[in-house]
């Protein structure tokens, strides 16, 4: 029903009929190779709940759901760090049910982008990005990757 709402609040001000759809590019989800695990997360915040929802989901390389998990926090200062606290939670959780060779991906270009850097972060969530990099070193094999 939300997702409907949303669509059809989308749609009322871009002045498009409820039924016409805008073509996009379909992205579909890839499953790591052989002997990886995906680590799979993304970050939601709730403004009227003055939270934020954190939520991560671990697969093998066939595509089956290892372990999945979602918990809220009181919302951060900023929707990016949101995503940093996010991409740490991911790495942490991977780590919780030893999971040590993982392909870890979210949709959040700007925290990948800092993640994937080996230089310190003066951005305001740096000490989480330099965290998660600390936490992402205990695993034997490694990618953090944005889609």
Not at 42 to 55: I, K, M, N, R, S
């Amino acid at each position: 029903m939300i997702a409907w709402a949303i669509w059809e609040r989308r749609n009322r001000l871009r002045k498009l009929p409820l039924r016409q759809s805008v073509p996009r590019e379909v992205v579909k989800w890839s499953s790591p190779a052989e002997g990886l695990y995906k680590v799979n997360f993304d970050g939601a915040v709730f403004e009227d709940q003055a939270c934020a929802g954190l939520g991560v989901v671990i697969r093998d390389s066939v595509g089956l759901v290892i372990s999945a998990l979602s918990q809220k926090i009181r919302l951060p200062s900023s929707v990016v760090m949101v995503e940093a606290l996010t991409t740490r939670r991911a790495v942490m959780f991977a780590k919780e049910i030893s999971v040590f060779r993982v392909v870890v991906e979210g949709d959040s270009l700007q925290v990948i982008k800092v993640v994937n850097n080996s230089k310190l972060s003066k951005a305001s969530y740096g000490h989480i990005i330099d965290e998660t990099r600390l936490l992402s070193t205990s695993f034997s094999c490694y990618k953090f990757v944005h889609v």
